[in-house]
């Protein structure tokens, strides 16, 4: 089958021929139609956090496709079903985490196109227990980015806990922030858009953002804390530090900061305005497979849907290269067929 590889760090992937993987005791084999590209898989190629992921390693973890063979144990799905490869690729099931909806925090989670080879390919095995099922209404490529930049996102509204009517920032109008904005308006939020490109402002605009500010232009702390006295809570989903001082800093009284995005930075966190404006700052890791569940629900009601660009896998070098320098509006959807 064809895949792309990363071989090395800070290397272009190398698109070619390896051997289809057999599905294992619980696992199904997948023939992958689309994969959608995250951020978070220039971040593994390049080897930029803290905990590395595998090499040689196939990644993608938006991938969508059909189970063409069952592994041995596997009754929950047929052949033919349409299915969706995660991030949260599995977890062990058994521990705190797992037994109390929190999976994402399991500690022997593996994860698609970090830990286990992902869907930048022509197929792939996952456990029959953690693939997401593809609601009929959306199409393979409609469904792919709602794997990881809906899911994401919806589960980080759901983490800021704020009510309908109440004000949220987007911080980065990428992939990710360019579903959130639409999730959070599904869910009844005002919304401000915050990005450094006028393209990703302009679709901020069209997809229903209240208010839009260009941080390359102006101070968008200002501008939020000016206009709508400060936001119940920011979510930042750039990949740059200084998005992430500006989103606390935009925050109100009471309100809190959801860190999405990943960005191999610190966030210095001043102890004195934390306590008497009575901020929370919180992490949100992808979504629970109930959460999946909800995000897709969304997107097959017609609620949310991603601006995407097709590419076919061969092309992941060119787009990982506009990726970096911040020149994609909204997702590209590779196609493997
Ligand atoms: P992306 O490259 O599509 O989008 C990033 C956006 O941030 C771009 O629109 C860019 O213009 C904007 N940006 C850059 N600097 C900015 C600034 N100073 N202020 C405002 N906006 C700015 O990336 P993506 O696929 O949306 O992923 C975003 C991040 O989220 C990555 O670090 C990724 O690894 C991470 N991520 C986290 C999770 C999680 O579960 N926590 C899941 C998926 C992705
Ligand atoms: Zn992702
Ligand atoms: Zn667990």
Redesign the pocket.
């Given at each position: 089958m064809k895949a792309a590889v990363v071989n090395g760090f800070q290397q272009k992937l190398e698109v070619k021929e390896v051997e289809v993987p057999q599905a294992g005791y619980g696992q199904v084999l997948v023939r992958v139609k689309t994969c959608g590209?995250?951020?978070?898989d220039?971040?593994a190629a390049q080897g930029d956090w803290p905990v590395k992921p595998k090499l040689p390693l196939i990644p993608g973890h938006e991938g969508v496709g059909v189970v063409e063979k069952l592994g041995e144990g596997v009754t929950s799905l047929k052949v033919g079903d349409r299915v969706g490869i995660p991030?949260l690729f599995s977890a062990c099931g058994e521990c705190d985490y797992c037994l109390t909806g929190w999976e994402?925090l399991c500690q022997h989670q593996l994860n698609g196109g970090y830990s286990a080879d992902g869907a930048y390919a022509q197929y792939c095995v996952a456990p029959a227990a953690y693939v997401a099922r593809i609601p009929d209404e959306l199409s393979d490529v409609d469904a792919a980015p709602i794997l990881?930049?809906g899911v994401?996102t919806y589960?980080?509204l759901k983490v800021a806990n704020i009510k309908p009517g109440e004000w949220v920032a987007i911080?980065?109008?990428?992939?990710?922030?360019?579903v959130a904005l639409q999730y959070a308006k599904a869910m009844g939020y005002n919304v401000v858009a915050?990005?450094?490109?006028s393209e990703?402002l302009e679709l901020a605009k069209e997809l229903g953002a209240d208010v839009t500010v260009n941080?390359?232009e102006t101070d968008?702390i200002q501008a939020i804390q000016e206009q709508v006295g400060g936001v119940h809570a920011a979510i930042?989903?750039?990949?740059?530090r200084?998005?992430f001082e500006?989103a606390y800093k935009s925050v109100r009284r009471g309100g809190s900061l959801v860190?999405?995005?990943?960005?191999n930075a610190d966030l210095p966190i001043p102890i004195f305005d934390t306590v008497l404006n009575g901020v929370t700052v919180k992490?949100?890791?992808?979504?629970t497979r109930k959460d999946m569940q909800e995000a897709l629900d969304f997107a097959a009601r017609g609620k949310v849907r991603a601006i995407i660009e097709t590419q076919p896998l061969e092309k992941i070098n060119e787009v990982f290269e506009r990726?970096?320098k911040?020149q994609?509006?909204g997702?590209v959807v590779l196609t493997l067929d």
């Open positions: 590209v995250c951020h978070t220039l971040h991030w994402t990881c930049a994401t589960k980080a911080y980065g109008i990428g992939g990710l922030g360019h915050v990005d450094i490109h990703k941080g390359s968008p930042s989903v750039a990949v740059t200084k998005a500006q860190v999405v995005g990943l960005p992490g949100s890791i992808v979504g990726m970096e911040g994609i509006n997702r």
